[in-house]
């Protein structure tokens, strides 16, 4: 049967954007849809191998580069939904003139295409699909929590409280009460780090700390004229929280997720290959030489170390994680991105071949090997994430809470020790730690709010990889994703399709 209708799909650039989108099209397939993803030319490399071959997925490269300032006719901070002044941000004219092009040939005799799915951080490529006629339906690629808290905050007026005060915000769990502390330190990594001090800002749309006090969170006139809200999480997983935006905002809100590989689904007590479903990236190890080190290591006794490819620590916190590693008697694996420790993302963030890894100035603990022999594995660049979490030697994981890794280790029921930097990674964190408790944060609020230290790192670890009563919510929480993809996700799926349908 033909497909009814195409839907567009408009990723950020960063892979823990570019992901969710690549499996969200292949759901979309699900229900007789055409889906067209479209990229910049510079993420082709990034993209899945089978997505290309999918009967019911469109890639659409548009010629355009990264560019690490605006084009000369563009004010610097425009379109970027974040505050002024110089920052690395996407030619967005190009881009935005290829979008244009295809839009006026290939609808040009045709109905227009259903909607198109953007990503929030996209927000400035609106108008181009409104002079369409072009629903929009914005699309969150972290989840329902952090959303559904930043603007519960902002309702609640939460930037006058005062040391040592909890609020409980209406309308959500107890569990996630606002301390003074969290925002202390939403604003010292937030604002201080990535927006002070002169240095450069985050790319544009990366909005990562809080919004000026008084002022809505910045996700509302990202998402100003949508259709409705697409959100990376499902019912089971924070239902509370998409309850709460469904009756707050004046739109449909669905929860489509978690966004994860088809075959991650289908193999919850398998080790999982990440080269079945995720490009391969430059690394010191292969998939098969991790496979043979966990092998080696007791049942739940290894704690995985990754901060992603977007953000970590800074190198004096590095120092003081490689001595706690040191000093710890839990196996370990260290994933080290290039660039570890500098302001900023990694140069290879926005897609494209990285380049060599022994090229990329960033951290590296010396003499850290040596020390610990085989009981640490120290791996530099890309790491096979899925296939750690999910082979029974791994017992937990040290993570900054991106929402990628939240749910992939909640899925392979792998508790979490929480050392958030920025962003909706603290309200992930709380979700983590005081409303599904399976996990401890690294360090207290004002602890993190100066810099997390050997002691609270050697701490949080012993304390996660010992909490026997963590690690049986971590295992009846991955219960949920046992029976595959979820129902409701699905649900809401068919829901979305219906709506643009009409």
């Known amino acids: 049967m033909e497909a009814i209708t195409d839907i567009l799909v408009l990723p950020f650039f960063g892979q823990g954007h570019l992901f969710p989108c690549v499996e969200l099209c292949k759901h979309l397939s699900s229900y ?298 839990w196996p370990f694996i260290w994933v080290i991105q290039p660039g570890s420790g500098r302001p900023g993302p990694p140069a290879n963030f926005f897609g494209g071949k990285p380049g060599s890894i022994a090229r990329e100035e960033g951290y590296y603990p010396q003499g850290l090997q040596e020390k610990v022999g085989n009981r640490g594995l120290i791996i530099k660049g890309w790491a096979p994430q899925l296939l750690i979490l999910g082979h029974p030697s791994t017992g937990g994981f040290l993570s900054h809470c991106g929402w990628n890794s939240t749910v992939e280790a909640i899925g392979r029921g792998i508790p979490i020790l929480a050392w958030p930097i920025r962003g909706d990674q603290f309200y992930n964190a709380k979700l983590v730690v005081r409303h599904l408790k399976v996990g401890h944060m690294v360090a207290s609020g004002d602890d993190l709010a100066k810099m997390v230290k050997k002691c609270d790192i050697i701490r949080g670890i012993e304390v996660v990889m010992s909490d026997g009563d963590v690690h049986d919510r971590a295992i009846t929480l991955r219960g949920m994703f046992e029976a595959g993809y979820p129902s409701s996700s699905g649900a809401s799926l068919k829901a979305l399709i219906e709506l643009i349908s009409k």
């Open 32 to 329: 007789n849809c055409r889906s067209l993803l479209i990229i910049p030319s510079h993420l082709s490399s990034s993209i899945p191998s089978d997505l290309r071959h999918h009967p019911l997925v469109e890639v659409l490269e548009i010629p355009a580069s990264y560019s690490p300032l605006p084009p000369p006719d563009m004010p610097k901070g425009a379109g970027t939904g974040g505050p002024p002044g110089p920052k690395p941000v996407h030619h967005h004219r190009e881009l935005g003139l290829g979008i244009e092009s295809f839009l006026s040939e290939r609808y040009e005799n045709a109905p227009p295409p259903g909607c198109v799915v953007m990503d929030v951080m996209m927000s400035w490529s609106k108008d181009i699909f409104k002079r369409a006629n072009v629903p929009i339906v914005s699309f969150f690629t972290s989840g329902a929590c952090s959303t559904a808290m930043e603007y519960a905050a902002w309702r609640a007026h939460v930037y006058d409280m005062v040391p040592d005060e909890i609020r409980t915000l209406s309308g959500l769990p107890e569990s996630v009460a606002l301390s003074y502390s969290d925002l202390k330190r939403r604003d010292h990594r937030g604002a201080e780090r990535h927006h002070g001090g002169g240095k450069p800002g985050p790319p544009g749309g990366m909005n990562f700390g809080p919004p000026p006090p008084g002022q809505p969170p910045r996700w509302m006139d990202e998402a100003e004229g949508s259709t409705a809200l697409l959100i990376n999480t499902c019912d089971d997983l924070e239902g509370p929280f998409l309850e709460y935006l469904t009756g707050q905002i004046q739109k449909p809100v669905f929860g489509v997720g978690p966004l994860l590989p088809e075959k991650y689904w289908k193999s919850t007590s398998l080790v999982l290959h990440d080269r079945d479903s995720r490009p391969n990236r430059e690394s010191n190890y292969t998939e098969n030489e991790v496979i043979q080190w966990l092998d080696s290591k007791p049942t739940r006794s290894v704690i995985y170390v990754s901060f992603g490819s977007e953000v970590g620590p800074t190198l004096e916190e590095y120092d003081e994680l490689a001595d706690a590693l040191g000093e710890s008697k």
